[in-house]
């Protein structure tokens, strides 16, 4: 039929829309495969949707439709759904005439107004949770309605997917293998799947037909929308369309899938037998739609539309080819609530009827009793992960804990979060990130190598490999078992290769048999010697390998795949403890340690070890560490554990003893410092140096009038908030002391002057500071800034200014301090000192943050001339600075920074990383300003009318933190993201941070300003 005669223009559906309805409203056309379909718009009400069929329609289906819809409006409670409206004469279903004679249908639904889930950015846990929700809402609503109609013949019907095997030769290599393999799984499965439960169902949530909420923090799912696919089929099938769309697009598609499953769930409960066929039935949907598209593309060749809706269905079937069936059905039970493993109750309850010691498994060894070995994230047993790694070391460690326990086997691990796994291969991108796999399945047994590993029950052999590579498992056997009407596996890790390997499969093996030998590394896949023990309810899909360890958010389903052992031996130093929980931590904070202390983040983290630019939660989640300008060298150095601990162990005390190294770090100091700067005072933290650097100036001026930025923060002492407008201007504040003079914050980008050549404007502003001191009848004291402003927002000096307010305030008589506890020791790249960057010399240099690495150690530097009038006679004694330990650590510092050319590295990343965040700034104008100096950047959010984006900023710290980076904000309107991350901060790493960025960027909350 020409579709010049069928077609309907938006003023004909106006008028069929008034003559039928009598509603006036404005039409626009909507895309529609079959019916011609249009948007109504009408004054305050949320419109209609009128749907005008082409001739010759089938009107049962029409009826089946409107039927369907009829039935939810009045079942469906808490359902949003269109209704039907009936026309004038109360027909849901209205007929015209067209131009050329023909019988035309005519349906007025109301509209469901949102956003389609396409459109929606990002899809989150809890809206494809609130998808499943809405879709079991639906089939619950259903239940009890039935239609000639919703029995008919339908290709998108998961339960007639059989009809693509016609089709396969459209497909060749793995595409042709992975549709082979799923519809034989579907074939083979298909009389178990025909007797599941069957009702009609809405059959096709897919991306363009699921009704979002507007809300762009958060949103939920409304409604689902199109009925046109409904029909009578397994309820399970439904589920899986939900998912087979809702999942693409995402790294992990199974751990996308199961919050929607549990939606479901939530609102129509599934049953066990369903969730068997779940992931066929995910499968067998997507085969429908590329081999659908495939048979179009012969139709079409030219449509790259259809190339564009195959891509993802393609995506998502190739994952879901190598996610394990078995281990996708468990994860759909524990979403569900079920029992995770089938067999979990049972093994359970068998194993509490059996009697095993540890000799039976170590018969030569002649120990029954474990001591427990602490292997997790926080052990300070465990101690740097460089002890860890020399395995000689971590040997000597057992040997010696073997010693004071010489009638234990050491052991331990079920479940314990470890961070031990510095392999590659225990590395993932999930959905949010980098993920790591840190859940240790089974139990180790720490005894020599060679110790002769004997089976605890009857078995037969599934596994007897060389299970080669590094912190892998060597010599590996499994054993599968049979008990009552179950079966269940062992697996024996680190074994010699022999021993291990001289097994076939299929052999079987006798209780109390000798099954294998411990080896020593690196033939044990390079670990100290232990055997790794672990029960399994399944292989999965395992043959020559099964995971020992895994990733945390998989905790649940894993725990009831691999039972504990201890489950066998009943010991309880085998007894995982139980450690406190985080909100437990919380709690007692707030009864018990000061209310202003705040906690970072919406849901706070606990950290329990840091690696060079990373922290590491209890969970073993690695967090990319931008925010930490203290752990200037990268987290616990190496070398800087190492000399505080070594200095700990001989002595500490004040520093009115002679050491060589309180003397070695001013040598190591002044080395950095101009020629002027040669004296030095040791502290303990950044407020302490300001606060000596202000009595320095009232000792050598005798004034007390000191010039500060706006914004500026310079610890947390009395004098210290008295010259922080930071503080004093800030929540709680109460306004700049009487001898406070504030200047404006020299902000070229939205601050008072702007743009180019503001240095010379903004150091007039130091010196209307200096005035108001002299109409005061006072001196000036001091100046002081730091050489780019921290909290304020990473504010960089103008060119000029720093020198020029110098010199006024030298004219004046004042001292001038420059505050290096942030941005000190190489971090700004091109020179040491920040002040180096504007060629100016300070009488005074207040020194914190990253010369202690973390450690509580800060300095004053200052002219032999400041020092010598300082010291009038009044001793400066304090009890910590300048002790030996924080001195060695000093030292060490410094040094790292020269041996490992970290200012160099700080210059090299820090301007890749900036010219990379400008780059981002042109695809992203919300970022308004990109600055700072080498690792001491920041991005400024603003709209258009340079209006600062809290909110926004807010939000991308957040949503980066949720993708394991942290990152802070700051400035006066907390709009700036700070970078300021460890110095040892690769490449790689910016390349990481700027990918999430812009993967946040481009959410709709970050897109919805003006
Ligand atoms: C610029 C500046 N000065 C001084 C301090 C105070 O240092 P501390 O917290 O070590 O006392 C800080 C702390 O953040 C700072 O940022």
């Known amino acids: 039929m020409d579709y010049n005669q069928i077609k309907i223009e938006p003023n004909q559906a106006e008028d069929i829309l008034f003559t039928l309805f009598n509603i006036k409203g404005k039409a626009s056309s909507l895309p529609g495969e079959v019916d011609f379909n249009f948007r109504i718009k009408v004054e305050n009400e949320e419109g209609y949707i009128l749907k005008i ?26 359902l949003i759904a269109p209704k039907v409206i009936k026309d004038k004469d109360h027909k849901s279903i209205s007929e015209i005439t067209d131009d050329y004679g023909n019988i035309r249908k005519v349906r007025l639904l109301t509209w469901v107004s949102g956003r389609v889930w396409s459109s929606v950015n990002p899809q989150l846990n809890d809206l494809r949770f609130s998808l499943g ?79 979002v909420s507007s809300e762009l923090i958060n949103p939920k799912v409304k409604a689902a929308i199109d009925y046109g696919d409904a029909i009578h089929t397994q309820i399970i099938n439904d589920v899986a369309i939900a998912c087979a769309y809702a999942i693409m697009n995402h790294n992990d598609v199974l751990d996308a899938a199961l919050p929607i499953v549990k939606g479901y769930h939530s609102t129509y409960p599934l049953e066990e037998q369903e969730l068997e066929h779940l992931y066929d039935a ?26 564009i809706s195959e891509k993802p269905a393609w995506e998502v079937l190739k994952k879901w080819f190598k996610t394990s069936p078995d281990f996708a059905h468990y994860s759909f039970r524990a979403a569900c609530g079920f029992v995770t493993h089938p067999n979990q109750t049972k093994f359970e309850s068998w194993a509490k009827t059996q009697e095993f010691s540890l000799e039976n498994l170590f018969p030569t060894i002649n120990k ?13 047993w465990i101690g740097h992960q460089k002890d860890f790694n020399d395995l000689d070391f971590f040997q000597f460690k057992i040997d010696k804990l073997q010693k004071e326990h010489p009638n234990k086997i050491i052991s331990g691990g079920y479940l314990e979060p470890r961070s031990i796994y510095t392999s590659d291969s225990y590395n993932k991108i999930g959905n949010y990130g980098r993920e790591n796999r840190t859940i240790h399945l089974g139990v180790d047994f720490w005894l020599p190598a060679h110790t002769p590993v004997h089976a605890l029950f009857d078995g037969e052999v599934v596994c007897a490999v060389n299970d080669a590579g590094n912190k892998e498992y060597g010599g590996l056997v499994i054993l599968k078992h049979k008990a009552e009407d179950f079966e269940f596996f062992t697996l024996y890790g680190h074994n010699t290769v022999e021993s291990a390997t001289k097994h076939s499969i299929g052999d079987c093996i006798k209780k109390g048999e000798k099954i294998a030998k411990l080896a020593n590394y690196p033939e044990n896949g390079n670990w100290a010697p232990h055997l790794h023990f672990q029960i399994m309810l399944s292989m999965l899909d395992y043959t020559t390998d099964f995971s020992g360890v895994t990733y945390y958010s998989q905790q649940q389903v894993w725990k009831s795949l691999c039972p504990d052992p201890n489950l066998l031996f009943k010991l309880d130093a085998l007894q995982s403890s139980n450690k406190t929980t985080n909100q437990e931590l919380i709690t007692y904070r707030k009864q018990h340690l000061g209310k202003s202390l705040s906690l970072q983040y919406k849901v706070p983290i606990k950290m329990v070890r840091g690696a060079g630019q990373y922290l590491v939660d209890q969970f073993g989640r690695q967090y990319l560490d931008t925010v930490n300008n203290v752990a200037h060298v990268g987290h616990e150095h190496p070398n800087v554990v190492e000399a505080g601990q070594q200095q700990m162990a001989l002595i500490n005390t004040n520093s009115r003893y002679l050491h060589d190294n309180i003397n070695e770090l001013a040598k190591e100091l002044i080395e950095t410092l101009p020629p002027e700067l040669n004296v030095l005072h040791f502290v303990n933290s950044g407020s302490e140096a300001n606060e000596l650097a202000i009595r320095m100036v009232k000792a050598n001026t005798g004034q007390r009038d000191i010039i500060a930025s706006e914004v500026g923060y310079h610890g947390n002492a009395n004098m210290c908030i008295d010259i922080s407008s930071y503080k004093f201007d800030g929540k709680g504040g109460k306004g700049a002391p ?91 790249g091109k020179t040491f000192w920040g002040f180096q960057l504007h060629n100016v010399i300070p009488d005074i240099v207040t020194i914190g943050k990253p010369l202690g690495n973390g450690h509580p150690l800060a300095a004053v530097a200052c002219t032999q001339e400041v020092a010598d009038k300082f010291a009038n006679g009044m001793e400066y004694f304090n009890t910590f600075g300048g002790n030996p330990v924080s001195c060695a650590i000093g030292s060490e510092v410094l ?85 300021k991350p460890p110095i040892v901060f690769t490449k790689g790493n910016a390349e990481e941070l700027i990918f999430y960025l812009k993967k946040i960027l481009t959410e709709d909350f970050m897109q919805s300003y003006n």
């Open 53 to 78: 069929s082409r001739p010759n329609e089938n009107v049962n289906y029409l009826d089946f439709q409107q039927k369907l819809l009829q039935h939810v409006e009045t079942n469906g409670k808490n």
């Open 133 to 211: 929700e809405q879709c079991g809402l639906l089939t619950k609503a259903l239940q009890g309605f039935d239609h000639k109609e919703a029995h008919r013949d339908f290709e998108w019907d998961v339960a007639q997917s059989l009809w693509t095997k016609a089709h396969i030769n459209l497909f060749e290599d793995e595409e042709l293998k992975i549709i082979t393999a799923f519809q034989n799984r579907f074939e083979h499965s298909k009389t178990a799947y025909d007797s599941l439960r069957t009702s009609v169902v809405h059959n096709d949530a897919n991306d363009n037909n699921v009704i």
């Open 282 to 307: 995910i499968a067998m949907r997507l085969i429908i739609s590329v081999t659908k598209s495939a048979i179009n593309k012969i139709k079409e060749p030219d449509n790259r539309y259809l190339l």
């Open 368 to 380: 029954t009793e474990a001591h427990h070995l602490d292997l997790s994230v926080s052990s300070t």
């Open 738 to 828: 009487e001898h406070t003079q504030i200047l404006s914050l020299p902000d070229a980008f939205r601050g008072k002057y702007r743009g180019e050549n503001t240095g010379t404007k903004y150091a007039e502003e130091v010196q209307k500071c200096i005035d108001n001191i002299h109409d005061k009848g006072r001196g000036v004291g001091a100046f002081i800034i730091e050489p780019i402003i921290s909290c304020g927002g990473q504010i960089e000096l103008p060119e000029g200014f720093l020198a020029k307010a110098y010199e006024y305030i030298r004219n004046a008589g004042g001292l001038c301090i420059s505050d290096e506890v942030q941005v000190g020791c190489g971090r700004v």
């Open 895 to 979: 040094r790292t920074v020269k041996r490992e050319k970290l200012q160099q590295n700080a210059l090299d990343v820090g301007e890749f990383l900036k010219a990379e965040l400008t780059k981002l700034s042109k695809k992203f104008p919300i970022i308004g300003d990109v600055r700072g100096q080498g690792l001491f950047l920041g991005i400024e959010l603003v709209d258009k009318n340079m209006n600062p984006l809290a909110e926004q900023t807010d939000y991308l710290a957040n949503r980066m933190k949720d993708h394991g980076i942290l990152m802070s904000t700051d400035g006066p309107d907390y709009n700036v993201l700070k970078i």
